[in-house]
């Protein structure tokens, strides 16, 4: 069973950056395609970047190329998402999961952290 825990949130102001990590426990970390999401209150959650296990090719939503980038270190079982020039829309809690391949949809990842919160202010 795997376990992801993320950390890193915190509050900042439009044009900061922000850093976000995840830790894994139990099962095998780099055979797992890793993401991340965010959510706003009220809305489902949404897809904001992924990691492919195998070949390294990353993925991000339309919203967040050229500003966010996913990075794992296999040998520290972590990954992140390093955010940079935020937006208030980039206010959300954000979780870290681990599945079988990059997909958008929440329901067809395996594992999923306890979220962490990041707010940008205007």
């Known amino acids: 069973q795997v376990q992801l825990v993320e950390s890193g949130g915190g509050l900042v102001q439009a044009g900061d950056s922000l850093k976000l990590s995840c830790s894994r426990s139990g099962g095998t970390f780099s055979s797992y395609s890793m993401g991340w999401f965010r959510q706003h209150p009220g809305q489902e959650r949404e897809f904001v970047a992924g990691i492919n296990w195998r070949d390294g090719r990353t993925h991000y939503v339309e919203a967040v190329k050229d500003r966010f980038t996913i990075s794992r270190d296999n040998a520290k079982n972590m990954v992140y998402l390093q955010m940079n020039s935020l937006r208030p829309e980039d206010t959300a809690v954000y979780y870290c999961?681990?599945?079988?391949?990059?997909?958008?949809?929440?329901?067809?990842?395996?594992?999923w952290g306890q979220g962490t919160q990041v707010t940008v202010s205007s």
């Open positions: 999961a681990a599945g079988v391949v990059v997909v958008t949809t929440p329901r067809h990842w395996n594992y």
